[in-house]
Every structure is written in C-alpha cells, then in structure tokens.
C-alpha cells in the first residue's frame, strides 16, 4: 500500500460479512479494499462452525431471495451433514428438533469467501489494522485510505462503529470453542445448566472431529468462561482437544442504526446475530450481499447507504427482534436455576422450543 491509497469501497475486517460485502461491491464495479488486522484469514478459528440448511435460514427470514447463490459452496468443503439439534437440559432430558444443516471449516470458509471477493476484484490487505477516521480519512497501521464509502465488518467489538458514531454491541457474551477427535452423532448438542450459565455448551460433530464450545452469559455466570470450558471438558471425558479460542457474542439483537454519513457497519458490527443461539454467519453474509450492493450503487450516484439500513431491516429486523425478546423471556424465567430451565424447557415443549430455535413468537 502507498503512503495514501484511494479507493471507492474500503472494507474492513475479513470475516463473512466483509467478503460477501467486498465481493458485492466489485461486482457493482466499485474499485474496493478490503483490510484485515490478522495475519491469515480466518485464523485462527473462533466459531461453532455449524451452518443452518439454506431452507432452514429462509423459514427464519421468509422474505430473503436468492439464497441459493448467497451460500453456494464447493461440496467438498461441507465437513458433515447435521440432522437436527438435540438440546438436553440441566436433568439429561433430550429433545430432538429436526433441523437439517452441515459443519465446515471455518478457517476454509472465510479464506473461500475471501477468495471470490478477490476473483470479483477486490484487493485484500493482511497484517492492516483499521485504527480510526480522521478528517473522512481511514488511519490503520499501513497508512492512510480515502474512501468513499467504508463497510464495518469487523466484528462484535467494532472500531469502525465506534469511528462512525453508531452504538456499538452492548452486553456481549464470552464464548470458547476447541476441537476435538472422535465419532459423533449428527446432531449439534446443546447442553442448557450451571455447565453454561444463561447460555449453552455444545458438541457440533464435523468428519471424524467434533467442535466443543461454551458461551455464557456476564449477568449469570460466577466464574470466568474458560473455568466453564475445562468443567465441560472434564464432564464429557474429552481426552485432547485443541488450543482453546474465544471470542465475544453479540446477545441484544441489531443495534439502533447501522448508517452514519458515508460508513456503514454490517454482520456482527451491527449485531446481525440470533440471541437465543449466538448464530452470526448466514446473517453477516446476508447483511454482507446488501451493504455490498449498496455500497457500489452509492458511489455509482444510484442509491444511498440508508437503502442499506430500510434493505437489511425488511428482511431480518423482525426475526431478530424476536429472538432478542425471546431471549430477554430465557433470561428472566428459564435461567434463574437448574430448576427454572427443566421446568421452562418442560413447559415449552418442543413445538415452542422449535420456534425458538427459528426466531419465531413462543405464544401464542
Ligand atoms: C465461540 C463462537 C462460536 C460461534 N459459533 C457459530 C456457529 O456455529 N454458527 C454461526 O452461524 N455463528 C457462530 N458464531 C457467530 C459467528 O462467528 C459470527 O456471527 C460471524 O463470525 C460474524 O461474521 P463477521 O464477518 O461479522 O465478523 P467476524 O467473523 O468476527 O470478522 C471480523 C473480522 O474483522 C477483523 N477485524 C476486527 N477489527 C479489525 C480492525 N480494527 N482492523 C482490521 N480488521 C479487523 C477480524 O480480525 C475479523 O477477521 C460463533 C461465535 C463465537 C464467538
């Protein structure tokens, strides 16, 4: 990069959001960069790395078009089919939601979504740390970006979103995640209890490996996430398992606005992720195709980035809303105790259960 590059479409963050928005945008013709503070894309791997099936993601956004091409991958690159999700309360108690999805790599995914943002023509840039917005100019550690417009896809903690004015995520859940080896059935465990307070810990079964995590909620948890982790690891027997990765969740639903002036934030910057399951990446992706989009009509003189916020809102604001809400429901009534969460889960029962899972209204 030189000591100042210009460019029409500066993305960062490398994660899905930010591919999906940088491929979009050069499609549209806009001359884009897209920066990444990491030296490798998608390393290392902090994600379940579960995938709802593309009919499952529309019955959650029933208005979103196209998603066939949204999430087409090499088959190859689908570690495992899943055929449901079993959540198990705090007694063992097991209930089966059929829900069909597939496990992948995320390390391979996010370099394969980086790779056709790439194909279409943006420029990626490793090793670059967005640091702020000074006078419409991007600051990061390899100089300076003019931009027109700039996408903040970098993540639950975003910069971009500070930079820009917008609310960043309040009240973020810690979560780990590691991998392990051995034979697993095909449907990705939830486990609900003190092994995971106000959230989950879960098995996610990949080709011969499975994905193990825990996420917890600050309000609810007493000790650090990692104390959980080792507790769910010695509970289950996990013999070896990898180098333990962690992250933070957005847990509140989208935040406010997700527009100021010329920047926009998109994926897990705008919290564009399901409360009740901490799942982000075909929200980030969806998110992704229309700042994308957007951004490359906008500098073309043809739309404007609040097409952007009216765009994204129509098709996911309800659902996330609701899960948002149901969420706050879990957090008052089902994760008081052990007790509470048998005694909800039990009440429930699984027709509600699979409409919480899909964002839908528990009642009536
Ligand atoms: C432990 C865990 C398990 C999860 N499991 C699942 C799951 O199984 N399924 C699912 O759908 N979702 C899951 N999620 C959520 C999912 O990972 C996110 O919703 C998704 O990654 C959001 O994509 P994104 O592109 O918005 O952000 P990210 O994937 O976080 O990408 C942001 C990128 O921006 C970069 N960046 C950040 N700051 C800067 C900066 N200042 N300068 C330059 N680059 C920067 C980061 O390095 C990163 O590469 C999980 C999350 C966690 C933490």
Request: net charge neutral.
């Given at each position: 990069?030189?000591?100042?590059?210009?460019?029409?479409?500066?993305?960062?963050?490398?994660?899905?959001?930010?591919?999906?928005?940088?491929?979009?945008?050069?499609?549209?013709?806009?001359n884009?960069?897209?920066?990444?503070?990491?030296?490798?894309?998608?390393?290392?791997?902090?994600?379940?790395?579960?995938?709802?099936?593309?009919?499952?993601?529309?019955?959650?956004?029933?208005?979103?078009?196209?998603?066939?091409?949204?999430?087409?991958?090499?088959?190859?690159?689908?570690?495992?089919?899943?055929?449901?999700?079993?959540?198990?309360?705090p007694?063992?108690?097991?209930t089966?939601?059929?829900?069909?999805?597939?496990?992948?790599?995320?390390?391979l995914?996010?370099q394969?979504?980086a790779?056709?943002?790439?194909?279409?023509?943006?420029?990626?840039?490793?090793?670059?740390?967005?640091?702020?917005?000074?006078?419409?100019?991007?600051?990061?550690?390899?100089?300076?970006?003019?931009?027109?417009?700039?996408?903040?896809?970098?993540?639950?903690?975003?910069?971009?979103a500070?930079?820009?004015?917008?609310?960043?995520?309040?009240n973020?859940?810690?979560?780990?995640?590691?991998?392990?080896?051995?034979?697993?059935?095909?449907?990705?465990?939830?486990?609900?209890?003190?092994?995971?307070?106000?959230?989950?810990?879960?098995i996610?079964?990949?080709?011969?490996?499975?994905?193990?995590?825990v996420?917890?909620?600050?309000?609810?948890?007493?000790?650090?996430?990692?104390?959980?982790?080792?507790k769910?690891?010695?509970?289950?027997?996990?013999k070896?398992?990898?180098?333990?990765?962690?992250?933070?969740?957005?847990s509140?639903g989208?935040?406010?606005?997700?527009?100021?002036?010329?920047?926009?934030?998109?994926?897990?910057?705008?919290?564009?992720?399901?409360?009740?399951?901490?799942?982000?990446?075909?929200?980030?992706?969806?998110?992704?195709?229309?700042?994308g989009?957007?951004?490359?009509?906008?500098?073309?003189?043809?739309?404007?980035?609040?097409?952007?916020?009216?765009?994204?809102?129509?098709?996911?604001?309800?659902?996330?809303?609701?899960?948002?809400?149901?969420?706050?429901l879990?957090?008052?009534f089902?994760?008081?105790?052990?007790?509470?969460?048998?005694?909800?889960?039990?009440?429930?029962?699984?027709?509600?259960?699979?409409?919480?899972?899909?964002?839908k209204?528990?009642f009536?």
């Open positions: 990069m030189t000591e100042k590059t210009k460019v029409d479409v500066l993305v960062v963050g490398s994660g899905p959001a930010g591919s999906t928005a940088a491929k979009y945008a050069a499609m549209s013709g806009a884009v960069m897209m920066i990444e503070r990491r030296p490798e894309v998608g390393v290392p791997v902090r994600c379940g790395e579960y995938m709802p099936a593309d009919s499952e993601v529309v019955n959650m956004f029933p208005t979103l078009k196209d998603e066939e091409s949204l999430y087409r991958i090499p088959a190859s690159m689908k570690c495992r089919e899943t055929e449901g999700i079993m959540l198990v309360d007694k063992g108690r097991e089966l939601l059929e829900m069909p999805g597939y496990t992948i790599d995320r390390d995914y996010d394969y979504l790779k056709c943002a790439m194909d279409e023509g943006a420029e990626l840039v490793m090793n670059c740390a967005f640091h702020g917005i000074e006078n419409g100019v991007a600051k990061t550690s390899q100089g300076d970006i003019e931009y027109k417009v700039i996408i903040g896809a970098d993540g639950p903690g975003s910069r971009v500070r930079n820009l004015g917008l609310q960043r995520n309040r973020p859940y810690p979560a780990v995640t590691a991998q392990v080896e051995g034979d697993f059935e095909p449907y990705l465990y939830m486990f609900f209890g003190d092994i995971a307070p106000g959230a989950y810990s879960w996610i079964p990949k080709d011969g490996r499975a994905n193990i995590g996420g917890c909620s600050p309000r609810f948890a007493k000790e650090n996430v990692s104390v959980y982790m080792d769910f690891v010695e509970k289950r027997g996990f070896d398992h990898s180098r333990i990765e962690g992250k933070y969740v957005p509140e989208p935040i406010p606005r997700t527009v100021s002036g010329n920047g926009l934030v998109v994926g897990d910057a705008a919290g564009q992720v399901i409360s009740v399951n901490g799942g982000g990446i075909p929200l980030a992706m969806i998110g992704g195709r229309i700042a989009n957007v951004a490359g009509a906008t500098v073309k003189g043809q739309a404007t980035l609040d097409d952007y916020e009216r765009e994204w809102r129509s098709i996911m604001e309800k659902p996330l809303k609701t899960a948002a809400f149901n969420k706050k879990a957090d008052t089902g994760f008081r105790s052990e007790w509470s969460t048998c005694f909800c889960m039990r009440m429930l029962g699984k027709r509600r259960l699979n409409n919480l899972i899909r964002c209204s528990l009536p």
